[in-house]
C-alpha cells in the first residue's frame, strides 16, 4: 500500500492543474466581457458623437449658410439700388449688416490689397449719422469699429490669400448643388478617395478572414458628407431668401464680380470666414470675424445633456483631424473621453465565473475532506488491526497454554491449579471487555443509537455496577472507593444503565491500567449533584497525563503497540468510546486537570 503522502501528491497536482487551466480559462473570459463591454461603450460614445456633432452643426448651419450667401455689394455701407426697369431707387439704402448681424459675429469685414480693411458695420464719418437715422445702433458701431481695428492687428490681407482656396467660382458638391461653404480641413474630395480606400480594405480583409474595420470609417465619413451636404442646402435657401435683394444690388452694379466659396479659417488663434471675390481685375477677401469663445459656449451647452465632459478644440492640421469627430461647418473637433461604466459592478459573465470558482473551490475542498476520511479510515483500521492483534494474542497465548497444561494434568498442586484457573478468568473477562468496547465502538460508527433510557436512583446505577467495578480493582490489586453523599444516591435520572455501566467500566479500567504502579491503590469514584445535573469523578493516583498526551486522549486507535507494550495493555479505543456514548446520552465525558498526582475524568448526566 502506497503512502498518505503519496496520495496527497497526487491530489494536490491534480487541484493545481485545475486551479491553473481554470484560471488561465477566467483570465480570458474577463478579458472578452471586459472586451465586449468596452466595445459597447465605445459604440454608445460614437452614437453620442454623432448626435452631437449634428446638433451642433444644425445650430451653426443658419448662421454660417447665412453669412456665406451674403451678396459683394452689402460690405459697402451705403447700397444703390434699381428697380426692375434698371432706373435708379429714390435713395441709397444701408447695407442689411448694419442692422441684421449674427450674435455669433463679432465683425464683417472687406480686406483689399495693400491690407485696406472696411467693414459696413464701421462706416466712415460722413456716414454715421446716416447710419444711426435708419436704425443702426451707434454703440454697436463703435464696438465694429474697435473689433476691425483689432483685426487689422492680427491679420493680414496675405495670410488670408494664402489659405484660401484658388477657385474662384463655386464648385459642386456630391449632390449637384453649387457649393457655397467649404470646410478648409477636409473636403468632399478627399472623403470620397477615403471610401474607396475603405471599399478596398474591406475587400482584402473578407479574403483574408479578418475582422471588418472599415464600416466604422465608412459610416463616420459618410455622416459627414451628409452634414456637409445639409450645410451648403441651408446656403442654398439663404441664397433664395436674399435673391430679390442681389437682383437689386447687381443690376446697379456695373462692376464684374466672381464670388468664390466661403470657408471659415484659423489665423492664429482667431476664427475667421473669409472667400475670395474677383472685382474684375483686383481680388479682394470678404467674411466675418466669428466669435470663438462665444460659439464654443453656445456648442457645448447645446450638447450638454448628450456628452457631458465634451470640449472643442481647433483642428489646424489636417492630417491629425478625425473626421468621424468634425465639424461639417467649422475647422473643430469634438473631444469626448470614454464614458465609465454604468453598469453593475457583477456582470452576468462575472457572476457566472464567480459560481463556477464557488464550485470548483466546493468540490476540490469536498475532495480532500473525502480523501482525508479515507486515508484516516485506513489508518485507523491498520492501527485497530495491529493493537487488536496484539491485544488478542497475549490472551489467547495464556489461554492455549494454561488449558493445555489443565488438560493433561501437569498441574497437580491444587493451589497452583486454582490460579491458573483465575488467570484464565481473567484474561477472559479482558478479552470479554476488549471485545465489547470493538462492538460497541462498530456500532456507533454505524450511527447515533437510541438508547433505551429508564428512570432509575444513582444507589441503583451503584449496586448495578459497584461490585464489576470492585472485582476490576481487585484484579489490579488496587481498591475502589466510592464516595457519594446520601442526597446524590437519592437523586433519579432517566437514561441507559448499561451505557454508564460501560463508562465507568473503562474509566475504573484505565485507572487500573496506568496506576498499577503508584504507591497510592486507591481508584476514588465521587458522585456529586445540584438541581440539574449529576457528576461522577474517576480519579487515580498514578503519573498523570501530561499536556501532549491529553491532545490525542479521546483519538480511537491512538496507541500503537509499542506504546502498549511500554505503558499499558489496550489499543486506546476506551475513552474514544466512552466520549461517543456520553453525548447519546445527553451528557458530556471530559478531563479535568488536577495539580495532585494522578488522572481525573468527570462524566456529567442532566437530571
Known sequence: MRKPAHYWICYFAACTVVLMAMGWLTIKAIELDRAEALARRQADLEEAVGRALWRMDVKLMPHLAREAARPYAVYRSLLNTTDAKGNAGESPQLSPLLTDRSEFVVVNYQVEPGDLWSSPQAPAEAMYRLACDNGASALEMAACTSALGNLQALISYDELAE??????????????????????????????????????????????????????????????????????????????????????FNASNRESVIEGVSQPLWIGEQLVLARRVDVGEKVVIQGCWLDWPKLQANLVDEVRDVLPDATLEPVLDSSRAQIGRMLATLPVQLVATLPTSTTASW?????????????????????????????????????????????????????????????????????????????????????????????????????????????????????????????????????????????????????????????????????????????????????????????????????????????????????????????????????????????????????????????????????
Request: charged share 25%.
Open 163 to 248: 489659405s484660401l482656396p484658388t477657385e474662384s467660382s463655386p464648385a459642386r458638391d456630391a449632390f449637384g448643388n453649387a457649393r457655397l461653404l467649404r470646410n478648409s480641413m477636409i473636403d468632399i474630395e478627399d472623403i470620397a478617395q477615403a471610401e474607396n480606400a475603405d471599399q478596398n480594405q474591406q475587400l482584402q480583409q473578407r479574403i483574408t478572414s479578418s475582422p471588418d474595420r472599415g464600416n466604422g470609417r465608412s459610416s463616420r465619413s459618410n455622416d459627414y458628407i451628409n452634414r456637409d451636404a445639409a450645410m451648403n442646402s441651408y446656403a442654398q435657401e439663404a441664397v433664395s431668401q436674399q435673391l430679390p435683394m442681389l437682383q437689386a
Open 347 to 607: 456582470s452576468a459573465m462575472q457572476v457566472s465565473l464567480a459560481i463556477a470558482w464557488t464550485c470548483v473551490l466546493i468540490a476540490a475542498f469536498a475532495a480532500g475532506v473525502l480523501l482525508h476520511g479515507v486515508l484516516s479510515l485506513s489508518e485507523r483500521r491498520g492501527a485497530f488491526v495491529s493493537a487488536v492483534t496484539h491485544e488478542l494474542r497475549t490472551p489467547l497465548t495464556t489461554f492455549r497454554m494454561y488449558s493445555e497444561m489443565l488438560a493433561k494434568d501437569m498441574v497437580p498442586d491444587k493451589a497452583k491449579r486454582q490460579s491458573y484457573l483465575d488467570t484464565l478468568r481473567v484474561e477472559a473477562d479482558r478479552l470479554s471487555h476488549l471485545v465489547e468496547n470493538v462492538l460497541s465502538y462498530a456500532k456507533l460508527e454505524r450511527g447515533p443509537q437510541r438508547p433505551s433510557r429508564e428512570e432509575l436512583s444513582v444507589a441503583d446505577i451503584l449496586d448495578r455496577t459497584g461490585e464489576r467495578l470492585a472485582d476490576r480493582a481487585r484484579q489490579a490489586e488496587m481498591q475502589l472507593v466510592i464516595d457519594a453523599t446520601d442526597d446524590a444516591r437519592e437523586s433519579t435520572i432517566k437514561t441507559d444503565p448499561a451505557a454508564v455501566e460501560q463508562i465507568l467500566f473503562n474509566l475504573v479500567d484505565n485507572a487500573c491500567k496506568y496506576a498499577a504502579r503508584a504507591k497510592d491503590r486507591r481508584v476514588h469514584l465521587a458522585v456529586s449533584n445540584d438541581a440539574k445535573k449529576l457528576r461522577f469523578q474517576v480519579r487515580d493516583h498514578g503519573p498523570g497525563i501530561s499536556p501532549r498526551e491529553a491532545k490525542a486522549l479521546f483519538r480511537p486507535f491512538s496507541k500503537s503497540v509499542d506504546e502498549a507494550a511500554h505503558s499499558a495493555p489496550g489499543v486506546g479505543l476506551g475513552l474514544a468510546l466512552c466520549q461517543r456514548l456520553a453525548p447519546d446520552l445527553g451528557g458530556r465525558l471530559e478531563w479535568i486537570p488536577t495539580d495532585e498526582a494522578g488522572a481525573m475524568f468527570q462524566l456529567t448526566l442532566p437530571k
